[in-house]
C-alpha cells in the first residue's frame, strides 16, 4: 500500500508540471511555430510526391507500392482538410497556435512524407535491380 501510495504522489508530481505548461502562452508560440513549419514542409511536399510518382511510374514501381503511397497521400489530404474545417475561417495560418489544427496538419505532414520515402525506396530498388 505505501508503494502504490509513493508511486501516486510521484505521478502526481510528475505530471502537475507537465499540464501547468502545456497550457502555456509559451507553448501556444510552439505549436504556432510548429504548425506553421509542417504546414509549409507538407505544402512544398506535394510537388515532390507528384514527381516522384510520375518518376515511379516511369521506372516500373509495382502496383502495391502505387497503391500505398497514393493512400497515404490521400490520408494527408483528409487530415489537410480537417485541419482547415477546424481553422478560423478555413485558413490553416490564422489558427496556427491551435493544438487541434496542429496535430492534422502533424499527421498530414507525416503521411506525405511517408509516402514520398516509400516511392523513393521503391524507385532506388528498381534502379539498383533489387
Known amino acids: 500500500m505505501k508503494k502504490l501510495a509513493g ?15 502545456a497550457f502555456s502562452p509559451q507553448s501556444a508560440s510552439t505549436v504556432a ?28 514501381v509495382d502496383n502495391q507500392t502505387l497503391s500505398k503511397a497514393l ?3 490521400e490520408n494527408a489530404t483528409k487530415e489537410i482538410a480537417v485541419a482547415k474545417n477546424l481553422s478560423n475561417g478555413g485558413c490553416i495560418l490564422a489558427s496556427l497556435g491551435d493544438y487541434f489544427v496542429f496535430l492534422h496538419v502533424r499527421l498530414a505532414y507525416v503521411d506525405i512524407t511517408n509516402a514520398i520515402n516509400l516511392l523513393q525506396n521503391a524507385i532506388a530498388a528498381r534502379e539498383n535491380g533489387s
Not at 7 to 21: E, G, R
Not at 35 to 57: C, D, E, G, I, P
Open 71 to 73: 493512400a497515404l497521400y
Open 7 to 21: 508511486m501516486l504522489l510521484l505521478l502526481i508530481l510528475v505530471a502537475v508540471p507537465v499540464t501547468a505548461a
Open 33 to 60: 511555430g510548429l504548425t506553421l513549419r509542417y504546414y509549409r514542409s507538407y505544402t512544398s511536399m506535394v510537388q515532390t510526391f507528384n514527381s516522384t510518382y510520375q518518376k515511379a511510374v516511369q521506372v516500373g
